[in-house]
């Protein structure tokens, strides 16, 4: 009965009812070099003549010891001195820039340093500054010109209101932050000096406009803006770092009493030595 099944079957040689050993020529296998991995005959990144070793690029990616002398300069103050290091927080869209302004405008809001904790910047802090610097020497010494030309005097250009702009806007928005840095971490409450840096670096735009109103031959109205920019530079700063430092214990307040009133003392300054008109 078997033996009808298999009828069908082509060049068998059939021996009673079970099929014949086909003839060992036909099914004989060629040399193969599967006992070794990988192939002794493959070449690249996965062969070799040598048997079973990694690629020569891997090899030398992995085992190769790195430099001392490249490692050192790729970690700690070594980063200070690279310009590198510094580029991520110049690498920021305009229109960033400009909602950070208009949050700084607003000293009540608060949400400033939550906006800024993942991608602080220091572009505008900086372009800030510099226009302070610009703005304060500019107006002072057109307005000054001015003046002692209605007045028939003799003008000379006072080139120290340069540099001093320079010293007081660059010294306040890095050395203050610097030293609030240091507070905040024996305290307990580290903050990252970027973003400190980024907020005193905005904190400083009010003053701006402010210093453009003080063309206004009018002293009280000086003060005025003076005290109003004062007010509205501490209250963002102080806000803004007040749920921070708050969890450093009993002396937050302090703290925040210190930060705010150490910016309104910026305002009186810029009042006495910029925001006036000489003759």
Known sequence: MM???YTSIENQKVSGS?????DPQSFKFSDSNLQTFPPAAQQGKIGG???????????????KPV?????????????AFSLSTYKPYFDIDTIDVLDRIKDSLYPFNGAFKEKTASNPDLYG??????TLIFV???????VTYIAHKLKHQEWNY???????????FYGYVIFVPLCLYLILKYFSVPSGLVQLLCLYGYSLFVFIPALCLSVVPWEIFRWMIAGVAGFMSATFVALNLRAHIMSAGERWLLIVAGIFLLQLALSVVL??????ITV
């Open 3 to 5: 033996s009808g099944h």
């Open 18 to 22: 079970v099929p014949a050993v086909p």
């Open 49 to 63: 003549s040598g048997g079973s070793r990694p690629p020569p690029n891997v090899d030398d990616t992995f085992s």
């Open 67 to 79: 430099s001392s002398s490249n490692e050192s300069q790729q970690s700690g103050w070594f980063q």
């Open 125 to 130: 802090p900086f372009w800030i500054c510099t």
């Open 136 to 142: 304060a020497a500019s107006i002072g010494t057109f």
């Open 158 to 168: 006072d080139i120290n209101v340069v540099t001093w702009s320079a010293g007081l």
């Open 271 to 276: 009042k006495i030595y910029l925001f006036k």
